[in-house]
């Protein structure tokens, strides 16, 4: 149990398209999802947390009218990159909060590689 | 807001014992210590988690001092494949929309 997939894997796009990044729970509901980025060699950064229904609260600096995320269903939650440039490539890491396995924890994706060109 | 300390690296040689400490010294009386760990170009993975007692499961164990200012976590037998970065985390668990912040963890490398 505690699957979390997101998809795609890796993206490569054009410097000023928009990126869309799913991020599904597969076997349990999710009450709440975080995303969170990765820049090389540096932790994980927490971005915004959003819960089914609602809108998602940002972390100071992560602009919600870039980072635009929608968290439609108990097991879905999506980012979306717009106007994405060089400087938003990076390591983007979904985590579902739900009861799982046994535990009622925070469970990551396999996290999705952005390059911007 | 470090809450935890951790060594940014170790060695450890492969069938040996892996030994990874975490110092939080200001840990709360509801606050859990868990333990993630991150190989490279994946996202976290949960390893373990305890309040005061010594915790074991298939995975690790883990050794929390008597005061709980101080943790270990034990990988009986490292493999390579127990490369990664590990990272000891403190919060109140079922904590709702409290999120989990990572720290700079620690590198471990297992080598043959």
């Known amino acids: 149990g505690a699957v979390v997939s997101q998809h795609p894997s890796r993206v490569i796009c054009k410097s000023g398209t928009s990126v869309k990044i799913e991020c599904r729970s597969l076997d349990f509901q999710a009450t709440t999802m975080f995303w969170y980025r990765q820049f090389p060699k540096k932790s994980l950064m927490l971005m915004a947390t959003?819960?089914?229904?609602?809108?998602?609260?940002?972390e100071q600096g992560v602009e919600k009218d870039k980072f635009l995320i929608n968290h439609a269903s108990l097991t879905l939650s999506t980012l979306t990159v717009t106007s994405a440039h060089p400087e938003d490539s990076s390591f983007y890491i979904c985590?579902?909060?739900?009861?799982?396995?046994?535990?009622?924890?925070?469970?990551f994706g396999p996290g999705t590689r952005l390059t911007v060109l | 807001d470090a809450k935890t300390t951790q060594p940014p690296s170790m060695d450890c040689a492969e069938g040996r014992a892996a030994n990874l400490p975490c110092n939080h010294s200001t840990i709360s009386g509801n606050e859990y210590v868990y333990w993630y760990r991150q190989i490279h170009s994946q996202g976290p993975q949960y390893i373990i988690h305890?309040?005061?007692n010594n915790e074991t499961n298939e995975m690790a164990s883990l050794i929390i001092t008597e005061d709980r200012k101080s943790s270990t976590l034990i990988l009986p037998h490292a493999t390579l494949r127990d490369t990664a970065v590990y990272y000891c985390?403190?919060?109140?668990?079922?904590?709702?929309?409290?999120?989990?912040?990572f720290g700079k963890g620690t590198r471990l490398s297992v080598i043959a």
């Open positions: 985590s579902a909060r739900g009861l799982a396995g046994g535990l009622n924890e925070q469970f």
């Open positions: 305890g309040l005061k």
């Open positions: 959003s819960n089914e229904g609602s809108k998602a609260t940002y």
């Open positions: 985390i403190v919060r109140v668990q079922y904590s709702g929309n409290t999120p989990l912040v």
